[in-house]
């Protein structure tokens, strides 16, 4: 079955960077778009970044452009978010994304605190 596990959150102060990787199996990982959402205390699941199956076209909230950016390897079956100029805003459960025929997987998400 699909399975997502994101990895990289922490502790990170304003003005930081942080990456995080996610790493996918069960399904064939170059047929599918993958992204990043997020959920901060007391808020909905909102969308972060989105990438194309071949890693050409890219989609980001317009809170992050210019600060994150989303990368895929299709040879390791990983993506990856880098996430610079951290903002206290910026502290929620990150979760990895998986697109397949109408259907969104997630991953168990991790942890992303900005706080000085």
């Known amino acids: 079955q699909v399975q997502l596990v994101e990895s990289g959150g922490g502790l990170v102060q304003p003005g930081g960077s942080l990456r995080l990787s996610c790493a996918a199996s069960g399904f064939t990982f170059n047929s599918d778009d993958m992204g990043w959402h997020r959920q901060a205390p007391g808020k909905g699941r909102e969308f972060v970044a989105r990438?194309?199956?071949?890693?050409?076209?890219?989609d980001y909230a317009d809170s992050v452009k210019g600060r994150f950016t989303i990368s895929r390897d299709n040879a390791k079956n990983t993506v990856a978010l880098q996430m610079n100029s951290l903002k206290p805003d910026d502290t929620a459960i990150y979760y990895c994304?998986?697109?397949?025929?109408?259907?969104?997987?997630w991953g168990q998400g991790t942890q992303v605190t900005v706080s000085s």
């Open positions: 994304a998986a697109f397949r025929a109408g259907v969104t997987y």
């Open positions: 990438i194309s199956r071949n890693g050409i076209s890219f």
